[in-house]
């Protein structure tokens, strides 16, 4: 584990990402031919802020799950402004279409006290834009009490709380930074015919391929928000670097597949 590594970028201004390989239905990015450094540009991605100048999301060698030089990974780090980080492959997603995406990721946060939760991973998924007015959200946050929380909407919000601290990572004492095993995240969205109708989950796995976490929704919900998700053909998903970020996000090996199921 190249815990020295981690351990300096926790705390410091950085971010990064990286893609590869893509097919009509589906699009994977392993990062490790992405330039390091800022994202903002590569490869299509986009880093939306409302201010020009380096963002929190940055590619760095060596972070990838193999830990060797040339496997890269993308870090979202604590941010001076909240970014959002848009893929550029938008997949088509059509009534009675499956849209899906998975990654592996692994956290690094410190031994902060939180008045507050506050997220260590946080997934868009919406339009060109990830607007705010057509996206879902999931979030991994940690709580006060040393335990995590999932949760989001997609489109009804529902949340798995008190999620026992070692079933993420421990918090650490002093000055020390704490840095989990990789997981894996998968989210899972069906269009229905039926107007503003969908079937959707989310979960994550542990590095033992052990469900830690799950979130199902399969109920209607009648709003504007709902209804312009339906109305997208094409789905985008990214990431958001927000305010109160704790610690940092490796993310890498993102797979988005859009089916005929």
């Known amino acids: 584990m190249n815990v020295g590594k981690i351990g300096f970028l926790i705390g410091a201004f950085c971010l990064s990402i990286c893609a590869t390989d893509v097919t009509a239905e589906t699009v994977t990015y392993d990062f490790n031919e992405f330039a390091d450094g800022q994202l903002n540009g590569q490869n299509g991605w986009k880093i939306l802020r409302k201010r020009p100048g380096k963002s929190a999301v940055t590619i ?28 550029p492959d938008g997949l088509r997603w059509m009534p009675g279409q499956t849209w899906s995406m998975d990654f592996d990721f692994r956290v690094g946060i410190t031994s902060q006290e939180l008045e507050g939760n506050k997220p260590v991973l946080t997934v868009f998924i919406g339009n060109a834009y990830l607007s705010p007015k057509t996206r879902w959200e999931i979030r991994l946050e940690a709580e006060p009490d040393g335990t995590w929380k999932l949760s989001g909407g997609l489109p009804f919000k529902k949340e798995v709380s008190g ?18 095993n990789w997981m894996h995240f998968t989210l899972i969205t069906k269009k229905l015919l039926e107007p503003d109708s969908f079937e959707s989950y989310v979960e994550i796995r542990n590095s033992a391929g052990e469900v830690i976490a799950r979130l199902a929704f399969q109920e209607v919900v009648k709003d504007k928000k709902t209804a312009s998700m339906w109305n997208q053909s094409r789905l985008y998903c990214g990431f958001n670097a927000p305010l109160r970020q704790l610690g940092l996000v490796c993310i890498d090996n993102i797979v988005i597949a859009s089916t005929e199921k």
């Not at 999620?163 to 989990?180: C, F, H, K, L, N």
């Open 60 to 87: 760095f060698d060596e972070l990838g799950p193999t830990e060797s030089p040339g496997d890269k990974a993308l870090v979202i780090q604590l941010s001076t402004e909240v970014s959002r980080v848009v893929n």
């Open 163 to 180: 999620m026992v601290s070692d079933t993420v990572v421990e918090r650490p004492e002093g000055d020390e930074a704490a840095i989990s």
